[in-house]
């Protein structure tokens, strides 16, 4: 193995890295699981399972049972695995409800691939240090004694797994403080497809430590706390280069996107390191964590700190360490777990029936969280002011009642809807014929008590307007105009609208009828006559 001071580069494209560390960009964050183990050997301590939800910006307990400590949790697949105390649970991602429990000592970390639950064991386990467990049942479907370490760091990319497991040697030689820690590192390669161990590769004691684990096509990347190290395992022709890399001795990491990935320093620092240039960025955010994750669709790093006894509190920093939020989590919050979604897509169908009622199903069942209605006549012309909605909503319908008092019967309209998901947005609309509200009729009645008057009238041939007074208008209110001969011929008929504020309305005579003379003039809307009475031009 050759062991590189962390300065030199080694250039070439790695790649991106997916699977355990790495979420497409088309899922969000929908909730992050946290799980607190408490007060330590208290009576009565409780390990509590929470959840917080961004969107809600809202941090609640949904399960708890008796215990002292938990040190794993995993969302994947609609499904969140954790572990309190000697147990380890699952639970529907979506409603909270516990689906299974087992006993299962000294869980280290969790993995999934397809239905197999894979759990990487320490201490406390008493036997089998990986084994792989039925992801429905929790039974156990296949052990590895072949592996004679504690294993830490587990990845599985395509259909194999990659562990992290230490050799541990005696440290400090006087009795009785003598303290094993782990010398020399390794890595196992299984395949996923038949079980079957296909390599264990030794990273000797520049590997020492070895935790964090990251795999792409040509390259293994293990993270080692006691070393203090990186490490590059090509695949291609298996040489091993080590770099120095001020890692604390966990040596584990929070979580890689696009070629860097995020840890704590020794110095309690968050730290990022590119993979293909080996270049490590200090971000400001300090201070001993008790778990962390980095969160891949918004970049944010979400971390725990607690005393053990008294308090946990989840803080939540941009990745340029830019504090955003933080909220009490319960005590001793030592694994957390996000459940990426896909971001919905609006796919909505939109009725709108004979009574103005608005039926909006988006036949894709997400969720959607904002929408905009928007009205406009066949001109495409918003008329919202003029429209009232009183609605009901779900994850995946919209009720709504057109309120349309103030817009009469016209040819056709269109509704459109906008829905806001995650910063996209989608939109359905509808062209449909509305109905009239029954208390339109009334309302022209109200304008028949007043009857419209009609000025200058004689109109002088010298200037061809006049106008039309309505006691009470309704604003946009489609007006036929008929002119007549005085034996009800009729000689030009207008189709106009009502101004949309309350004002007289302008009318130019017709060039027909400007020879001197009597005329008849009506008015009227929807069938309904508004006005039948003589007009003279001069």
Known sequence: ???????????????????????????????????????????????????????ENRFFYFDSMPGNYTNAALCQDGKFFGSADTFL???????LKQLQKQVCRGIQNLALYKN???VAKGFGARDNFLEILDATTLQRKIAFPQIPHWCKGIFVYKDRLYVTHNQ?????????????????????VINLKNYQIEKTIPLETTGAGANGIVVTDSVIFTFNGVAKTFIKHYLTN??????SLPINSEGKILGCIQGTCYFETENENIASLNLNTNEIRIIPIQGKFAAGTLDTTSRNIYLTRTDYFSFGTLYIFSSQGSSINSFNVGISPEALAIHYEKVPQAAFRIQVKP?????????????????????????????????QFTANTSDTTFHAQLNLNNVLQEDSL?????????????????KFKPSIVTNMNTELQNLMLYKPVIYPNPVPKTNPNFHIALASLIPHLPLQLEFLELNGKTIEKIELLSPLEQEDILVKLPTSLQSPGVYLLRLSSHGVSLLQAPIMVK
């Open 355 to 387: 009574n103005n009622e608005i039926y909006a199903e988006n036949q894709s069942k997400g969720t959607f969280y904002t929408q905009k209605w928007t009205l406009f006549n066949k001109a495409r012309r918003p008329i919202n002011h003029r429209v």
């Open 414 to 430: 269109i509704l459109q809807l906008v829905i806001a998901n995650y910063g996209k947005s989608d939109t359905a609309e509808v």
């Open 168 to 188: 541990k040697g005696k440290v400090d030689q006087f009795p009785p403080y003598g303290v094993y820690a782990d010398t020399l590192g390794f890595i196992t």
């Open 238 to 243: 298996n040489m091993t280069y080590s770099f």
């Open 1 to 55: 193995m050759k062991t590189i001071p962390r300065f030199y580069l080694i250039f070439g494209v790695i790649g991106l890295l997916l699977n355990n560390f790495e979420v497409s960009a088309q899922m969000h964050t929908n909730q992050v699981f946290v799980i607190s183990g408490g007060r330590f050997l208290t009576p009565d301590n409780q390990v509590r399972m929470g959840v917080w939800r961004p969107l």
């Open 89 to 95: 649970l699952s639970y529907d991602a979506h409603s």
């Open 116 to 118: 197999d639950l894979i």
